[in-house]
């Protein structure tokens, strides 16, 4: 690419930002397009990819425009560690709402219900991704593809469908959500086509999700420890799933 620069400034409003060179390389071996990527040191880029991504280095090489440290720090307001940025286009959202409404599915669709932490976010849509979750749709008014969501997520929203959605407009399926006066999961083997609720972090499912739910399924948990992490719940569920069935892609 001729000009890096400005092509950043063109797209990034429009663009999904790839915070790293695993953000970008996940990106990469999922068929992200990616109009433009930079790092301030292609050769250690190269061999970062050399060494953890092999699969990935000819179009690495071939994508990686290399630019000073200054030029970084103005185009990304927290350069990654290993000094890689790059612009994806975002997928279409239509395409995201065909794959999540297709039946029959081979893999669950996740549902956190009106989350508050970006992170926590991120990191469901990572677990979603390894699990071969068919999507993770948030309800509410956290935007699933903030960059803080997808730097926890480490480039793996273009491994699954990443969408908001409201209650209502939820894929089809049967819904299990997840709360403490559940059915003990152990007990229930999930099926492929099922919708996995989580409630927020704070005040747990909204009275809307609970309406549509079809099953509550409750996790173990010792007495007097009052929750698991977001992420470490939709694991668990995702884990169980797989081992009484299912499995990643």
Do not use: C
Request: hydrophobic letters at 45%.
């Amino acid at each position: 690419m001729n000009d890096p620069v400005r092509a950043w400034h063109r797209l990034a409003d429009d663009s999904v930002l790839l915070d790293g060179f695993h953000a970008l390389k996940h990106a990469v071996r999922f068929q992200a397009r990616i109009p433009v990527a930079v790092t301030t040191d292609r050769r250690a880029a190269l061999a970062l990819a050399d060494e953890l991504a092999p699969d990935v280095r000819e179009t690495l090489d071939a994508l990686l425009a290399e630019v000073p440290e200054a030029t970084l720090k103005a185009l990304v307001p927290r350069p990654h560690p290993t000094a890689v940025a790059a612009l994806a286009v975002r997928p279409s959202r239509a395409a995201n709402l065909e794959a999540l409404a297709r039946t029959p599915r081979g893999a669950p669709v996740v549902v956190l219900d009106n989350p508050r932490n970006l992170g926590n976010a991120g990191a469901v849509i990572r677990l979603a991704a390894g699990f071969g979750a068919t999507g993770v749709v948030t309800t509410g008014t956290l935007d699933p593809w903030h960059p803080t969501v997808v730097r926890g997520g480490a480039g793996l929203h273009f491994a699954t469908a990443v969408e908001r959605l409201t209650v209502a407009e939820l894929p089809p399926g049967p819904v299990f959500a997840l709360d403490p006066e559940g059915d003990d999961i152990r007990g229930l083997k999930l099926p492929d086509d099922a919708v996995l609720a989580f409630g927020s972090e704070r005040t747990g499912l909204s009275a809307e999700l609970r309406a549509r739910t079809d099953h509550l399924v409750a996790l173990p948990m010792r007495p007097q420890v009052s929750s698991y992490n977001l992420a470490t719940s939709v694991a668990m569920t995702l884990f169980h799933w797989s081992a009484t069935g299912g499995a990643p892609a």
